[in-house]
């Protein structure tokens, strides 16, 4: 009876092991683009999300000339090994050992990344040793090699894909379509076994127009973006 208790509780472990997501997306947000590029994202593949929040609410960045932000960077800067040169985040509660796959979503800050999301990779970047790593980029115009740079320093082991997305201020209509292509060529799915007969299957039909703005319905012509994948009708 014990043998059966013990194969009943294994299969049981091994189902739901098999159903929960193998990849977990990461954010920070403070203007709202990088949440629009995590709902784009999440409408084309399978995957857990989880927000970065500050933990003092309110606070301008931007003000008098990023000032702000400028100084929680310089902080940083000056001291990246110490933990007090980073700003409190709210605390985090999802355990990045259930993901093998981590995709981070942050804005670029004075062609740095994103203060807030600095103190997250710092206190589990470690943990993301060997685990698949994509990095997505929004900016207004500059480049993202900073961005880049910062996330290697906090994320020394990760598995990193062969191309980081950049979304910046002209393009971000037109996400949808970039981040199709971006899947595509970072070969998402065989990178992260995961089995794209299944995760179409199970999706929800999403219809995007060249813009990246989702239609209410299928059109009967024209060009379209149909569950991430362009259709010429």
Not at 18 to 37: F, H, M, P, Q, W
Not at 50 to 69: H, R, T
Not at 205 to 211: E, H, K, P
Request: contains cysteine.
């Amino acid at each position: 009876m014990r043998k059966i208790l013990f194969f009943v509780c294994a299969m049981l472990t091994w189902l739901h092991t098999d159903v929960t997501a193998k990849t977990l997306v990461v954010y920070y947000s403070y203007t709202g683009n990088c949440r629009e590029i995590v709902t784009t994202l999440t409408s084309q593949m399978e995957a857990d999300v989880l927000e970065i929040q500050p933990a003092e609410k309110g606070l301008k960045y931007e003000a008098n000339n990023y000032a702000l932000g400028t100084q929680l960077l310089n902080a940083i800067k000056a001291n990246p090994n110490d933990a007090s040169s980073y700003p409190a985040i709210d605390p985090v509660t999802t355990s990045l050992n259930d993901y093998e796959t981590i995709i981070i979503v942050t804005p670029l800050w004075w062609s740095q990344m994103a203060a807030n999301m600095q103190t997250y990779l710092f206190n589990y970047g470690s943990q993301m040793a060997g685990k698949n790593v994509g990095l997505i980029v929004s900016s207004a115009s500059s480049g993202i090699s900073g961005v880049v740079a910062d996330c290697k320093r906090l994320v020394p082991d990760g598995k990193y894909f062969s191309e980081n997305l950049w979304i910046n201020h002209s393009n971000h209509s037109n996400r949808a379509t970039l981040i199709q292509d971006w899947l595509t060529a970072i070969d998402y799915n065989t990178a992260t076994d995961i089995n794209e007969a299944k995760t179409t299957t199970t999706a929800p039909t999403r219809i995007y127009d060249l813009g990246g703005r989702l239609m209410v319905e299928e059109p009967s012509k024209g060009i379209f973006i149909k569950n991430g994948k362009k259709v010429i009708r």
